[in-house]
């Protein structure tokens, strides 16, 4: 049972470059989210998705798309990478979002600089 | 803006005493939790409230929550150098989504 993973823990990218940061959960849990950490901001909410098929924005989703194809996976991508989007970026998924016992599980980060 | 605003935004205390971070909110809720950040670590649940409950303890542990103030405070007692880290509130409000605040650093001198 690994959890929530995220690929991959590290990536530099040059302004304009896109790519597709990875979480899978292998829970079975519905509710899965992105978040962006920047230093002194706490975590912000990019998009989050409460099943498959259902995504939806949350406080910062300029810039980023996501898609639930399947319950497991929630990619996270960067259309045309800006300096701004450097920062570090955390999946998390829960059982469920209707239940008051709606814990997070969180993934190990990927810390990304786009230069 | 947050939804979470922990105050205060760093504490240092020695060990073996106790830590009291407090968090404020803006809107309704359906629960609020608690969680710790090890530094350069993902976040770590430690605790939940439902928005019917006012306290909550679980081992070292004790939560409180006044709805109507918008604040819930988050007590570590007899504080270890482990305990170091970054501790984050987050309501979850009536849209289903988990706003963190900013959070609170807590060093703890041995």
């Known amino acids: 049972n690994a959890g929530v993973t995220q690929t991959p823990k590290f990536q530099v990218l040059k302004t304009g470059q896109s790519m597709t940061l990875q979480c899978a959960q292998d829970m079975n849990h519905e509710y899965m989210s992105w978040y962006r950490q920047d230093p002194g901001m706490g975590l912000r909410l990019i998009h989050y998705s409460v099943g498959a098929g259902i995504t939806d924005q949350g406080e910062v989703p300029n810039g980023y798309n996501v898609s639930r194809s399947t319950t497991e996976d929630f990619p996270l991508r960067l259309l045309s990478a800006a300096p701004s989007q450097t920062s570090v970026y955390f999946c998390?998924?829960?059982?469920?979002?209707?239940?008051?016992?709606?814990?997070?599980?969180f993934g190990a980060g990927t810390r990304l600089s786009v230069l | 803006s947050q939804q979470g605003e922990e105050d205060p935004q760093a504490l240092s205390i020695q060990e073996g005493e106790n830590a009291t971070m407090n968090c404020s909110y803006k809107t309704s809720i359906n629960n609020l939790q608690w969680y710790r950040q090890n530094s350069g670590r993902g976040l770590v649940h430690l605790i939940l409230i439902r928005s019917n409950e006012r306290e909550k303890h679980s081992g070292r542990l004790r939560v409180t929550l006044d709805t109507s103030k918008k604040s819930s405070s988050l007590l570590i007692t007899a504080s270890r150098a482990a305990d170091t880290a970054s501790y984050f509130c987050a309501p979850f409000d009536r849209t289903y989504k988990y706003i963190f605040g900013t959070g609170t650093r807590l060093k703890v001198l041995a």
């Open positions: 998390a998924s829960s059982r469920d979002w209707g239940l008051a016992k709606n814990i997070q599980y």
